[in-house]
């Protein structure tokens, strides 16, 4: 059914992502940024009203949509209380959906888009795609200013390789190359040697990460 969602919604024009349980999805929730939730009740692992009130107590106010097989009137209160803003039964229509998740859309408060993201004397510009360092311009190529904004994005944060290769590349497959490792290497030529404190840094046996310069 996920899939059948998803790919409808992408005929649609909307962007998706896909978790298939509750952890998952509570993840992808609180490292990226969405319009909206379609949100299953009975997801493995932690379920879709376990899912929607993490959520609300850490602060995300983004859009959820139910969709449920329960149908009592005590189950779509207590849906509705843990946070969700809409509700939806199984069996249903693709267009009843796709109508509902536009009116959650619509009515959502229009979010601020951050135009420049900054660590420490890092800087990049979202809007006119250039990155500065202790006021001193960095040339970078397409591909290594959505790396280098990713890591921003997500400052403190040890970054796997799998996670940099499906945000970056959009591969949701292991390619058997070095190429995350390469446009780490070139990053840090530009972005650290020139300047005084490594700002980028691996971590053995997990990823990497951005932080401030000490």
């Not at 890092?122 to 280098?148: A, D, H, W, Y």
């Amino acid at each position: 059914m996920a899939d059948y969602v998803a790919s409808g919604l992408r005929e649609e024009g909307h962007g998706t992502d896909i978790a298939n349980d509750g952890l998952s999805g509570l993840e992808l929730v609180m490292t990226r940024s969405y319009d909206a939730l379609v949100v299953d009740r009975m997801l493995p692992g932690l379920d879709g009203l376990s899912l929607v009130r993490a959520l609300r107590s850490s602060g995300k106010d983004v859009p959820v949509l139910f969709l449920t097989s329960v149908g009592g009137v005590d189950d779509r209160v207590e849906g509705l209380e843990a946070g969700a803003d809409d509700y939806l039964l199984k069996p249903f229509a693709f267009s009843e959906l796709l109508a509902r998740l536009n009116a959650l859309i619509r009515r959502a408060p229009v979010r601020r888009e951050e135009v420049v993201l900054e660590v420490g004397d890092l800087k990049i510009n979202l809007v006119n795609r250039t990155v500065s360092r202790g006021g001193t311009i960095i040339e970078l190529q397409p591909r290594e200013f959505k790396l280098l904004e990713y890591l921003m994005r997500n400052r403190g944060r040890v970054l796997t390789r799998t996670m940099l290769l499906e945000r970056v590349w959009n591969f949701h497959f292991d390619p058997r190359t070095n190429v995350v490792e390469t446009h780490i290497s070139r990053l840090r030529t530009k972005v650290d040697r020139p300047f005084k404190g490594e700002m980028i840094r691996t971590v053995r046996g997990a990823g990497y990460v951005l932080e401030a310069a000490s």
